[in-house]
């Protein structure tokens, strides 16, 4: 199955992209995408970063399903 992950922020800047495309297995856990980007992207260890699905926080606990959208990018701070 496909999916999308978008890179924000310090995020895109350190892997020089905005968006790629993965295939995943069926049934693979959020936690199992999050570290197989990081390890695709080592210059991302350096960040403390935060991941979403489809728009909401995650956990790493949700199940990715085809055509999901996953993002990574870093703590924002608003005033």
């Known amino acids: 199955m496909k999916?999308?992950?978008l890179?924000?922020?310090?995020t895109?800047?350190?892997?020089g992209k905005?968006?790629?495309?993965?295939?995943?297995?069926?049934?693979?856990?959020a936690e199992n995408v999050f570290r197989?980007?990081?390890?695709d992207f080592p210059q991302?260890?350096?960040?403390?970063?935060l991941f979403a699905v489809n728009l909401e926080y995650a956990?790493?606990?949700?199940?990715?399903?085809?055509?999901?959208e996953l993002a990574v990018f870093t703590h924002v701070s608003g005033g």
């Open 3 to 5: 999916v999308q992950v």
């Open 59 to 68: 956990s790493g606990e949700e199940i990715i399903r085809n055509g999901d």
């Open 18 to 29: 905005r968006e790629i495309e993965i295939d995943l297995a069926e049934e693979t856990k």
């Open 36 to 39: 197989r980007i990081v390890r």
């Open 7 to 10: 890179f924000f922020g310090a």
């Open 44 to 49: 991302l260890e350096t960040h403390s970063l």
């Open 12 to 15: 895109a800047d350190a892997t």
